[in-house]
């Protein structure tokens, strides 16, 4: 059985490497590799340094300039660096040649993201689609990450004539897809029936990018006890709960959060586990107001959600969460520039979103508990009014 590789232990001390291309800024970079440090610290590790620059596009062999490289290579070596962490996904080439020269382990942002689903995932349906993930991932890269899978044992009819250990590891890896997937598809077959035994009740699902309080809103709503903490994707498998607001039940769902970037072999794994969005009759977008990225963490999700549930038109109410950690900055009389995010009063940004807006908009802090009576007010009327156009005959409830 191939062992997969560990990424970040708790020792492990990491320099982040991120690249300004094409239009993006300076700015926009420090955001992300923000969140790649996030990423390194739920994972375990601790950064110690970061590296950008400007490049139109990166370079082929070795993703960053040759000077940068050898800044990079300094650094590592005069301060003991375990690990480099790269905020795009390399190829199998920039791997093999980055690692040879600076001498360390390199992994890029998918394979940090992978690690840490690993670490995060609890039910026996979670563990198999991260698996799936990771040999997909490793499978193009075996020759950079070889470290020998497994040794081939002697023995009759065990040996192909001429076959390296390279390629046994490859069709060890292949066999291993091929088994993970079979059992995935028995998984996902139970999971429907489940579904489909829980009857008719109007379905309602948290989405949201990773750390945006879902699992809080689902803990308050529910009045359950789901894990949630301020780290990434500290909810990997869809909780499902029954809930009752007024006289009205309705089944309430926190699905794992979204990022940018996020490994495609992932978001393919993790569809069947996405299947609560799809068979959903309203969706809650959760979104972290407080976080100077907001609106870029919307269009994320919102591009993966239409990954999901393509063609599909569902109801959905925005909340916007963390109001009371929103921060705001008066713009000086004399600034003639346009104002920051920073400068926009929660007032103002509230006006702002509900009038951008199609779908209904809410401002709460889940943490505080603020808003939280007209959330579940909205909530009940979306609910019943889906559930009067189900069952037009059933309206002795209301």
């Known amino acids: 059985m191939p062992k997969l590789i560990e990424t970040a232990n708790p020792q492990e001390r990491a320099v982040l490497v991120g690249l300004v291309k094409g239009r993006e800024t300076l700015e926009i970079v420090s955001d992300h590799l923000d969140e ?14 970061r ?20 800044e990079l290579t300094e650094f590592v070596s005069e301060n003991k660096i375990d690990l480099v962490v790269f905020d795009d996904e390399l190829s199998p080439t920039q791997l093999r040649n980055i690692e040879k020269a600076i001498k360390s382990r390199v992994i890029d942002r998918s394979n940090l993201i992978l690690d840490i689903f690993a670490k995060r995932a609890r039910t026996s349906h979670a563990r198999t689609q991260v698996e799936l993930a990771q040999y997909q991932y490793m499978l193009p890269r075996l020759a950079g990450m070889w470290t020998h899978l497994e040794r081939q044992k002697g023995g009759i009819g065990l040996k192909g004539p001429g076959e390296k250990e390279i390629e046994t590891d490859r069709r060890i890896v292949r066999d291993k897809i091929a088994l993970l997937k079979e059992k995935l598809e028995q998984i996902n077959k139970q999971k429907s029936t489940q579904r489909s035994n829980r009857g008719s009740l109007v379905r309602v699902s948290l989405v949201g990018y990773t750390n945006v309080g ?3 809103i689902m803990n308050i709503l529910s009045k359950s006890s789901v894990f949630a903490e301020d780290k990434l994707f500290a909810t990997l498998d869809t909780t499902v709960r029954k809930v009752v607001i007024g006289n009205l039940p309705f089944l309430l769902s926190d699905t794992v959060g979204f990022i940018r970037k ?22 809650v977008h959760v979104v972290d107001l407080s976080h100077p990225g907001f609106e870029e963490q919307i269009a994320v999700v919102k591009e993966t959600l ?3 549930i393509i ?11 963390k109001i009371d950690n929103y921060q705001f900055r008066e713009q000086d009389p004399d600034d003639l520039l346009p104002p920051m995010l920073e400068n926009i009063s929660l007032q103002q940004m509230m006006q702002s979103w509900m009038g951008k807006t199609n779908a209904p908009c809410l401002f709460v802090s889940a943490k505080e508990k603020t808003n939280l009576d007209e959330f579940r007010k909205l909530l009940y009327e979306n609910v019943v009014r889906i559930h009067k156009e189900r069952y037009p005959y059933d309206n002795f409830l209301f």
């Open 311 to 321: 063609g599909q038109e569902k109801t959905t109410i925005m909340v916007f969460n």
């Open 262 to 283: 996020l490994p495609h072999h992932l978001i393919e794994s993790f569809k069947s586990t996405l299947d609560e969005v799809r068979e959903s009759d309203i969706l």
């Open 36 to 49: 790649l440090e996030f990423l390194v610290d739920t994972a375990g590790g601790k950064t110690i340094g």
């Open 51 to 70: 590296f950008t620059q400007k490049l139109d596009k990166p370079e082929t062999a070795t993703y960053i300039g040759k000077g940068k490289l050898h």
């Open 214 to 216: 879902k699992s809080t």
């Open 306 to 308: 239409n990954e999901i």
